[in-house]
């Protein structure tokens, strides 16, 4: 059995008087893919940002890799391994495919202010290094051909795989993703499925957010299913798009 890499216990999170989260608990095990599927204000969203240090969580505990990540930054969390995405698409327009991709590098990078102000051998080997892997993550989400465009320029769907690639290039061992396929259509949606089920294969752990049950039950090895901030159902992904409650609610479907 895969090892355990995130174990959430009594997370809870309040925006005032309002509890967003309230008491939510699960684990994610290596090299799986988990769903969180519900609502919009389901909670979805908010227990991600307190996993990556977005919004502080009034209770609970947060555990990745046996170590508990207690009141770790956005930055820290990143640095630890757990990397995430947004609803709302996060790129640089202006800049390149090619530079946004480099710019998920800066978390491996490890340059001293000598080595930038005399360009050092160490700082033209890493350069190498880092434009190879961002070839590499650019050929990887199918977007070979379009590092010299600039991340505005692209179609909406590809500047979505393009913010997937910057968050690979920060080396993750735990991939956030918060709704994917939003806006999407049919083609662009499955040509994301494709890249997630590629991610897994090459041993990243996925926690998926998605308002589109039918693909987060498809992609998912096990799901759970939040409603007002709490967890209502939970299983396999297999057995969750049998049970009735979740084909009324969520797959579009009736019994």
């Not at 355990?4 to 309230?22: P, Q, S």
């Amino acid at each position: 059995m895969n090892r355990e890499i995130l174990k959430i216990d009594h997370l809870t999170v309040r925006f005032g008087g309002l509890v967003a989260v309230n008491d939510v608990g699960f684990s994610i095990f290596k090299d799986e893919i988990v769903s969180l599927i519900g609502p919009n204000g389901a909670g979805k969203t908010t227990t991600f940002n307190a996993i990556t240090g977005f919004v502080k969580r009034a209770s609970g505990s947060i555990d990745f890799e046996g170590e508990e990540l207690k009141s770790s930054k956005p930055h820290e969390v990143a640095e630890r391994g757990i990397v995430r995405t947004f609803q709302i698409t996060s790129l640089f327009p202006n800049l390149s495919a090619l530079a946004n991709i480099r710019t998920g590098h800066h978390l491996q990078e490890r340059e001293t202010l000598l080595d930038a102000i005399f360009n050092t051998k160490r700082r033209q080997r890493m350069e190498k290094i880092t434009l190879a892997k961002a070839h590499e993550i650019l050929g990887f989400t199918s977007l070979g051909d379009k590092g010299e465009v600039s991340g505005g320029n692209l179609p909406y769907g590809e500047q979505r795989l393009l913010e997937i690639g910057i968050a690979l290039a920060a080396n993750p061992r735990l991939l956030l993703l918060d709704e994917p396929s939003a806006g999407l259509n049919d083609t662009e949606t499955q040509r994301m499925k494709e890249l997630i089920k590629k991610i897994r294969d090459q041993g990243i752990t996925i926690l998926l957010v998605e308002q589109n049950a039918n693909m987060a039950l498809e992609l998912a090895d096990y799901a759970y299913v939040m409603e007002t901030g709490t967890i209502v159902l939970k299983g396999p992904s297999s057995e969750l798009k049998k049970d009735e409650k979740v084909i009324k609610a969520y797959l579009g479907g009736l019994v």
